[in-house]
């Protein structure tokens, strides 16, 4: 049975073309599917479906998504973080974590989940808050150069948490079987990669996803450490954010639940 599948010319540039066209034909393709992105059930037979690769350096694992969830699309994934990804896709549970490397010796970034009300609705956020000081690549100095790296990545000051701040083009935050897997950015190849990568698939509340899923964007903000700290509660999360932007530590940018 022919299936309605989009196979994005990234993916079948990974697969090759005989893959890619029994694929479409429906020979190596499920009917029905949990969309890995909002994991509600899916058929692609009646409806579009997204092919979504993630590779590793040795491994690839290819997950179905609604067209209007994600769009067919290649994500890198580190070959010690895939069978996270795998684990997620497949069903079984894990815990958190944060590595990410905007410095050359790894720094590990903490990233929490949140909602933030502005105009009157909430919005899904992710708050970025290293465990140290983030040195300019190639620099042997003590200095923190977080933000500033950021900025120059589009990332833009933020004074004061009333409204959404402006888009990044290029960046999205991943979202695959309902757990958040990834913040992504252009790469130098013209596609994407990993700038935040769980080790485990990162679990976020019901009401994140829906707000999420509602949106399509989700805001993402970013401070020096000490900043923010691990706060429980999201009003206090809130005012963690006020203050940063208050003493001109915090940046942020809002990005697509799903990049292209």
């Not at 989009?6 to 499920?30: H, T």
């Not at 700290?229 to 005012?239: F, I, M, V």
């Given at each position: 049975?022919?299936?309605?599948?989009?196979?994005?010319?990234?993916?079948?540039?990974?697969?090759?073309?005989?893959?890619?066209?029994?694929?479409?034909?429906?020979?190596?393709?499920?009917?029905?599917?949990?969309?890995?992105?909002?994991?509600?059930?899916?058929?692609?037979?009646?409806?579009?479906?997204?092919?979504?690769?993630?590779?590793?350096?040795?491994?690839?694992?290819?997950?179905?998504?609604?067209?209007?969830?994600?769009?067919?699309?290649?994500?890198?994934?580190?070959?010690?973080?895939?069978?996270?990804?795998?684990?997620?896709?497949?069903?079984?549970?894990?815990?958190?974590?944060?590595?990410?490397?905007?410095?050359?010796?790894?720094?590990?970034?903490?990233?929490?989940?949140?909602?933030?009300?502005?105009?009157?609705?909430?919005?899904?956020?992710?708050?970025?808050?290293?465990?140290?000081?983030?040195?300019?690549?190639?620099?042997?100095?003590?200095?923190?150069?977080?933000?500033?790296?950021?900025?120059?990545?589009?990332?833009?000051?933020?004074?004061?948490?009333?409204?959404?701040?402006?888009?990044?083009?290029?960046?999205?935050?991943?979202?695959?079987?309902?757990?958040?897997?990834?913040?992504?950015?252009?790469?130098?190849?013209?596609?994407?990669?990993?700038?935040?990568?769980?080790?485990?698939?990162?679990?976020?509340?019901?009401?994140?996803?829906?707000?999420?899923?509602?949106?399509?964007?989700?805001?993402?903000?970013?401070?020096?450490?000490?900043?923010?700290?691990?706060?429980?509660?999201?009003?206090?999360?809130?005012?963690?954010?006020?203050?940063?932007?208050?003493?001109?530590?915090?940046?942020g940018g809002s990005m697509p639940l799903a990049g292209t």
């Amino acid at each position: 049975m022919q299936r309605m599948l989009d196979v994005s010319d990234d993916v079948r540039a990974e697969i090759g073309d005989d893959e890619a066209d029994r694929l479409l034909a429906g020979d190596n393709s499920p009917g029905s599917y949990d969309c890995t992105s909002c994991r509600t059930p899916g058929d692609s037979g009646q409806e579009r479906t997204s092919t979504v690769l993630f590779v590793g350096e040795e491994t690839a694992v290819l997950a179905f998504a609604h067209a209007t969830c994600l769009p067919s699309q290649v994500v890198q994934v580190a070959e010690e973080h895939l069978q996270g990804a795998v684990r997620s896709i497949t069903g079984e549970d894990g815990s958190t974590g944060a590595p990410a490397a905007p410095a050359p010796e790894q720094a590990v970034l903490g990233v929490t989940s949140g909602l933030v009300l502005l105009d009157g609705e909430l919005h899904p956020a992710l708050v970025v808050e290293p465990t140290g000081p983030i040195a300019r690549p190639g620099s042997n100095g003590p200095g923190d150069e977080f933000l500033p790296l950021l900025i120059e990545q589009g990332f833009m000051p933020v004074t004061g948490v009333q409204e959404v701040p402006p888009k990044l083009p290029g960046w999205s935050v991943l979202l695959a079987a309902g757990q958040l897997h990834a913040v992504l950015q252009p790469g130098a190849d013209g596609g994407t990669v990993a700038w935040w990568q769980a080790h485990q698939p990162l679990p976020v509340t019901e009401g994140w996803r829906a707000a999420a899923n509602k949106l399509s964007t989700v805001l993402v903000f970013a401070a020096p450490v000490g900043s923010i700290g691990r706060q429980q509660r999201e009003d206090l999360l809130r005012d963690a954010l006020e203050k940063a932007a208050a003493n001109g530590l915090l940046v942020g940018g809002s990005m697509p639940l799903a990049g292209t």
